[in-house]
């Protein structure tokens, strides 16, 4: 755990800890993956990752050289004392882990591409979570651009219903798992709106690895999709093996009638994710 | 079992390998991905007709590396401290036509590319190698010169075309070779098949 007075070197001490350090829960995964597979490559591929992941931290050196795009998720307490400050904040604190670290310059704008840093227009993402109370919890997620481009949106008939919904982000992520640089995580919105539905996929994706939805309907649904992702035989880095996906998480919103939208959202296997708390002191702290 | 490669590497050297072969690579290669690519191809171009457009480096022969490196600027030295590969497939409408002009060897990346590089891969006998994604740091440690950097202003950091003196960079599996076998497309016609006889 690391605390400061200074929530904005929290913020950027997390950042950093997210680049050089890959999560416990996705080292965990990808031990239990490389026990689960016999295939000579797809064992040498994820060797490589963990290995990958202690040269890493022990030198503290980025784990991938696409070091994303950052998302900021934001659990903002409407009576924190620090929200109004909290935006600069953010794009500060990507400005200076981008000198510190440093961070590969990867904010490029589209007309010209002139590649600015990190800091821009619309970046750092931040999506915003209103909720009573006055603590501030932000999750950091670094989104590579291979993984991001696997995203998909379908608007499914809704008498196709559930198994229709597998249907669709099965192939997809069939389809898009090879460039995604797999084992993935697969985050998927049911329901809403198109743009919720991809925000909900975005969002399931800073759940840790092993936390299955509270719903059980919607748990049987992870677990399904999981299960047959899996079996696709895809494997890690799209070179044959029993591990595509480390994990499914899903959730839902209420649909129209007429519409039932699925958002696919895809992560790496260098799910570089981290959380700072601030409370109301603003002693702010990393959670692990 | 990894194959201790020296660059350059003989046209034989290349043509023997195989689907599942799996390699280190010491020597010179360059990286470039969409935008080098596509400046790369309009100075090709330009050669054709009356008059040429100078490269700020001459990619003849060099092995062409999918990736945007992470680098550090310490005073005139440049260290990179993240090399690993970025998807190949974006670079798949101006490959075929650049590994023509400019005789690539092979190329370094993830994913795989399409039928037009597979192609062109059996006609010159050449391969396609996988890296394993997300290992960026291994990859710095793998660097042991930076020999230039181009048009770093012009497109940033991940666009520039570096030239790198690697030290056993690996491993990397041969996925596409110069007989015409691409695991890449074999593993996912697999995965439909499978899929598919699944939800009938």
Known sequence: MFRGARWGDVLVEAIRRATVSLSPDIVAGLRRALDGETSDLARLQLETMLENARVARENGLPLCQDTGTPVFFVRAGTQSPWLANLEPALRDAVGRATDSIPLRPSAIDPFTNRNVGNVGRGVPVIDWDLVPGEEIAITYVAKGGGSENASGLFLVAPGDGTAGVLRAVLAHVVRVAPRACPPVIVGVGIGGTADLALRLAKRALTRPLDARHDDPAVAAFEADLLDAVNRSGIGPMGLGGACTALAVHADYAYRHPASLPVGVALQCWVDRRVTVRIPASGIAEVVE | ?200
Not at chain 2, 57 to 76: E, K, M, N, Q, S
Not at chain 2, 108 to 137: C, Q, S
Request: net charge negative; charged share 20%.
């Open chain 2, 1 to 200: 079992m990894i194959r201790q490669i020296e660059l350059p590497a003989s046209a034989a050297e290349v043509a023997s390998w195989r689907v599942g072969d799996v390699l280190s690579l010491s020597g010179v290669i360059l990286t470039a991905r969409d935008l080098a690519h596509r400046r790369i191809l309009e100075a090709s171009l330009l050669e054709a007709g009356e008059r040429g457009l100078d490269l700020p480096f001459d990619p003849t022969g060099l092995p062409i590396f999918h990736c945007g490196p992470l680098a550090r600027r310490d005073g005139v030295r440049w260290t990179i401290t993240g090399l690993g590969p970025t998807t190949s497939a974006r670079m798949e409408s101006t490959t075929p036509a650049i590994m023509a002009r400019f005789a690539t060897p092979f190329l370094i990346g993830k994913g795989g590319m399409g039928p037009a590089t597979r192609a062109a891969l059996v006609e010159r006998g050449a391969a396609y190698l996988a890296a394993v994604g997300g290992t960026g740091a291994l990859g710095a440690r793998a660097v042991a010169e930076v020999v230039s950097v181009a048009w770093l202003e012009e497109l940033g950091m991940p666009d520039a075309v570096w030239v790198l003196r690697l030290s056993e960079y690996g491993p990397l599996v041969v996925t596409m070779d110069p007989q015409g076998r691409d695991l890449h497309e074999e593993i996912v016609r697999a995965a439909e098949r499978t899929v598919g006889n699944a939800s009938r």
